[in-house]
């Protein structure tokens, strides 16, 4: 079994920083890429961002020279550096992964999710 567990997730200041991370753990072969969700209410679930193995990166154009992902490959850890915080950034943020487990084919996995709230 393959677990993803996030962290990080906090009420701050608009304007303010916070560090999501989240780390990957169990039967796992190989990881192909990493990356965050989020999902704010009343809103579909949309992609943040993600870095593959190759440490190419993707942002969504919201997030873009604010928010930065990267990964402690020997961690199988990815982190989001999120800067420059705004209201609208507020959501429950989700870790995915592609990842091959020792049992087989690649899957993909969510985390249970933290809770940013950007807030004065």
């Known amino acids: 079994q393959v677990q993803l567990v996030e962290s990080g997730g906090d009420l701050v200041q608009p304007g303010g920083s916070l560090r999501l991370s989240c780390a990957a753990s169990g039967s796992i072969f190989n990881i192909y890429s990493m990356g965050w969700y989020r999902q704010a209410p009343g809103k579909e679930r949309e992609l943040v961002a993600s870095i593959s193995s190759d440490r190419n990166t993707k942002y969504a154009d919201s997030v873009k020279g604010r928010f930065t992902i990267s990964k402690d490959n020997p961690k199988n850890t990815a982190y989001l550096q999120m800067n420059s915080l705004k209201p609208e950034d507020t959501a429950v943020y989700y870790c995915?992964?592609?990842?091959?487990?020792?049992?087989?084919?690649?899957?993909?996995?969510w985390g249970q999710g933290t809770q940013v709230t950007v807030s004065s």
């Open positions: 995915n992964a592609f990842i091959r487990s020792t049992a087989g084919l690649p899957s993909i996995y």
